[in-house]
């Protein structure tokens, strides 16, 4: 990576830069895309924050199945984002945890020293990254670095899809896919907050998780096609999308709403083809088909906070990876058989 990269605040990697005497950091660094063996640790200069930003030494990192795409540059439409030919960014990681170590000159409510956790575009995997304050709220006092880091995205995701566009209200039944996986083990627990009666569906093996996470009912999908049973659902959130549109309907009530969540697809376009059917399908049926994409919003991480604080709701770490294999924690994450969340520890 040259000094013209930039961090994902827009300040550049300067090596001149100081921070209790260290210039440079180590970090995972992509300078093309592809699969997990284009990351490679290395020494960068340290990002300096904007006006409005935060220095973060990075305690944790999460990665996430959105990670994974972006690395790979697949589907083709992340690119538009992303960087063309290459990353624009050249160290990836999206959500973190850790102490704030400089601020920019327009921040104040956070100091050097506070302990945070949040989102950012990128550059989390590195010892330092720059950050939006708006980005950041301080880790609940009960939680480990290790869990908050895998907080921001999934349980935002969990969080938005439940209260915003399927608005569940208690009393409803909530069945979500993938219900053992990073946004469905949030969100088994964020239905159960809200009162919902909730079924989780997941693999053998993550039966007794899921029903640590207050689960229900259980459905084993290597014994039983929920499509199939006589069962209604006022809400599904489907995180795996291994069933047709047709088929998951029928398990809807004849007003309930459907999420589908997995962002698997096409190779170009990934689930925008799968997107624009259930949305012109829902013009045709009293049941709603709401394909969604998740966007950070602070209040909504203060809110995730709360419910941590109090125990409503809990992170899953399936495993944890030093920095310098990062690689390997993102081709686990890419098999796509995680057991709730991933976490890289600096």
């Known amino acids: 990576m040259g000094n013209e990269q930039r961090s994902n605040a827009g300040a550049p990697l300067v090596p001149g830069a100081s921070l209790g005497g260290a210039a440079t950091m180590r970090a ?52 538009l984002v992303y960087g063309l030919r290459r990353p624009r960014h050249g160290i990836p990681g999206m959500d973190l945890a850790g102490v704030v170590a400089a601020v920019g000159k327009d921040v104040t409510a956070l100091r050097p020293g506070d302990e945070v956790f949040g989102w950012s575009t990128a550059g989390a995997l590195a010892e330092y990254a720059c950050v939006p304050a708006d980005n950041l709220v301080p880790v609940p006092a009960n939680l480990s670095v290790v869990d908050a880091a895998a907080v921001a995205t999934s349980a935002m995701t969990a969080l938005q899809a439940l209260r915003k566009i399927a608005i569940v209200r208690p009393g409803q039944t909530v069945l979500v896919t993938g219900a053992s996986g990073g946004v469905g083990s949030f969100a088994v627990q964020i239905a159960e907050a809200f009162g919902a009666e909730v079924t989780g569906v997941c693999s053998t093996r993550n039966v007794d998780l899921v029903r640590s996470l207050g689960a229900d009912h259980i459905i084993d999908y290597t014994r039983t096609d929920f499509t199939r049973s006589e069962k209604r659902y006022d809400v599904i959130l489907d995180n795996v999308e291994a069933q047709p549109l047709a088929a998951v309907r029928r398990a809807l ?61 809990r992170s899953v770490i399936d495993r944890t990876y030093p920095l310098d294999e990062a690689a390997d924690a993102l081709r686990y994450v890419g098999a796509g058989h995680t057991r709730g969340k991933v976490v890289i520890t600096v």
């Open 28 to 79: 995972a660094v992509q300078h093309r895309y592809g699969p997990p063996s284009v990351l490679e640790l290395s020494d960068v200069g340290l990002p300096l924050p904007g006006p409005g930003d935060v220095l973060v030494q990075v305690g944790a990192a999460s990665v996430h199945p959105g990670d994974y795409f972006v690395m790979t540059g697949e589907p083709y439409m992340v690119r």
């Open 253 to 313: 009530t004849p007003t309930g709403t459907l999420i589908p969540n997995s962002g698997r697809g096409g190779r170009w376009f990934g689930p925008l083809g799968r997107i624009v059917k259930a949305r012109v399908l829902s013009g045709f049926t009293r049941q709603q088909l709401k394909p969604f994409m998740s966007v950070g919003k602070r209040q909504d991480l203060l809110t995730l906070a709360e419910l941590l604080t109090t125990g409503q709701i």
